[in-house]
């Protein structure tokens, strides 16, 4: 089944314990995103990757890191959590970066950082 | 970046036809009409989009106006399933490399869906 998953779905964590949300997609997409959604203001772009070791900040990156070291995989690095960062994450990918390709987002990974 | 208008919420009866009207005036020529939308706190879905044509997929039609300032979503037979917020989306292009593209996504319309 084509799809986009994410790991953990859910994490209570403390402020500046280094983590990481996992993304990984089996349609061989060029394309990967991360968004975050909190109430009032939607989702957001934090990075995208336009294939492997090509990414790019959105429009919310501070705090976090990506890497692309595998068109599969596109890991969201928090360094130092803080609970501003307490939100509503969703990976992305589509088969490339142009206007006419659609985007598969994953079940999404709830962060709480106390 | 072309936005977006929506309701904030519609509802619409099981069985009939829900049409969602979204307004996009600011839209460029190359700029294309997306729809998702997202079930309680689920990833988003996509469902359809299109550039100037009407279109039709096994979810739902697009209407696109002749001047694409605005469009509208139609869903031909709610069912409770489809209790979601819809959100209507222009994409837009940046980044380093030109066809870079992200999803602005609005606040979108609550759509329930009454028995």
């Known amino acids: 089944e084509a799809q986009v998953t994410q790991n953990p779905r859910y994490l209570i964590t403390v402020t500046g314990k280094k983590l990481t949300v996992t993304c990984s997609q089996n349609?061989?997409?060029?394309?990967m995103s991360w968004y975050r959604q909190d109430p009032g203001l939607g989702l957001r772009q934090i990075y995208y990757?336009?294939?492997?070791?090509?990414?790019d900040k959105g429009d919310v990156p501070e705090g976090y890191k990506v890497s692309r070291k595998e068109k599969r995989n596109f890991p969201l690095i928090l360094e130092s959590p803080s609970p501003n960062q307490t939100s509503l994450y969703f990976c992305?990918?589509?088969?490339?970066?142009?206007?006419?390709?659609?985007?598969?987002f994953g079940p999404g990974t709830r962060l709480t950082v106390l | 970046d072309a936005k977006t208008t929506q309701p904030p919420s519609m509802d619409c009866a099981e069985g009939r036809a829900a049409n969602l009207p979204c307004n996009h005036s600011?839209?460029?020529?190359?700029?294309?009409v997306y729809w998702y939308r997202q079930i309680h706190s689920q990833g988003p879905q996509y469902i359809i989009h299109?550039?100037?044509n009407n279109e039709t997929n096994e979810m739902a039609s697009l209407i696109i106006t002749e001047d694409r300032k605005s469009s509208t979503l139609i869903l031909p037979h709610a069912t409770l399933r489809d209790t979601a917020v819809y959100y209507c989306?222009?994409?837009?292009?940046?980044?380093?490399?030109?066809?870079?593209?992200?999803?602005?996504f609005g606040q979108g319309t609550r759509l329930t869906i009454n028995p």
């Open positions: 600011t839209i460029s020529g190359n700029e294309y």
């Open positions: 992305a990918s589509s088969l490339s970066y142009g206007a006419r390709n659609t985007q598969y």
């Open positions: 299109g550039l100037k």
């Open positions: 349609m061989n997409h060029e394309y």
């Open positions: 990757s336009m294939n492997v070791e090509v990414t």
């Open positions: 989306i222009v994409r837009v292009v940046r980044g380093i490399i030109q066809g870079a593209q992200k999803l602005v």
